[in-house]
T-cell receptor, first 114, second 116 residues
Framework: AQKITQTQPGMFVQEKEAVTLDCTYD???????LFWYKQPSSGEMIFLIY??????QNATEGRYSLNFQKARKSANLVISASQLGDSAMYFC???????????FGTGTRLQVTL | DSGVTQTPKHLITATGQRVTLRCSPR?????VYWYQQSLDQGLQFLIQ???????AKGNILERFSAQQFPDLHSELNLSSLELGDSALYFC???????????????FGAGTRLSVL
């Protein structure tokens, strides 16, 4: 079974600064995908970024990048130039080639301050 | 807008009742997933359908059932509701089923169920 650990229940960052949200995972399947989702206070789940286990380069999507360290089984999300609208819950998730369901971590609440 | 449509947005009902949650996937997506988000359990996978067939099952209660119709929309039926069923129910869709690791799931806005 897969497991996702997000050790930071809450984080604060100043506007325009960069922030790193931690995520470690545990799966025995060699083929897997790592995902980050954002959940604002309105409740919807917004897909941010994806990293495949065989991808050689770290994924990037605009201000979001994924610091993928396969040997350490970590997939940290880096948000550059934080904006007030980035304040939300952030969830890390994993699925595998044999089980496409997503297994989620407990989330990190990010608060961007002026 | 993810392209996944869930109705209704909010549902308030009483214990013992039955409700139906509806989901329309993104155009072209064959797979539909249902997740439950509650304060005590977090985000949990319930069930997956792929092109009308059940593909995977999670910790879905026997009181809950789902189906995917020929037009690919899906419904989640919750019966004999209990207070503990109050949660945010998400539907997600993706192009494929278990076709490999790259299977990005796009979520609807959710249905917030309150059981009183």
């Amino acid at each position: 079974a897969q497991k996702i650990t997000q050790t930071q229940p809450g984080m604060f960052v100043q506007e325009k600064e960069a922030v790193t949200l931690d995520c470690t995972y545990d799966t025995s399947d060699p083929s897997y995908g790592l995902f980050w989702y954002k959940q604002p206070s309105s409740g919807e789940m917004i897909f941010l970024i994806y990293q495949g286990s065989y991808d050689q380069q770290n994924a990037t999507e605009g201000r979001y990048s994924l610091n993928f360290q396969k040997a350490r089984k970590s997939a940290n999300l880096v948000i550059s130039a934080s904006q007030l609208g980035d304040s939300a819950m952030y969830f890390c998730a994993v699925n595998t080639g044999t089980a496409s369901k997503l297994t989620f971590g407990t989330g990190t609440r990010l608060q961007v301050t002026l | 807008d993810s392209g996944v449509t869930q109705t209704p947005k909010h549902l308030i009902t009483a214990t013992g009742q039955r409700v139906t949650l509806r989901c329309s996937p993104r155009s072209g997506d064959l797979s539909v997933y249902w997740y439950q988000q509650s304060l005590d359990q977090g985000l949990q996978f319930l069930i997956q359908y792929y092109n009308g067939e059940e593909r995977a099952k999670g910790n879905i209660l026997e009181r809950f059932s789902a189906q995917q119709f020929p037009d690919l929309h899906s419904e989640l039926n919750l019966s004999s509701l209990e207070l503990g069923d109050s949660a945010l129910y998400f539907c997600a869709s993706s192009v494929g089923g278990s076709l490999g690791a790259k299977n990005i799931q796009y979520f609807g806005a959710g249905t917030r169920l309150s059981v009183l």
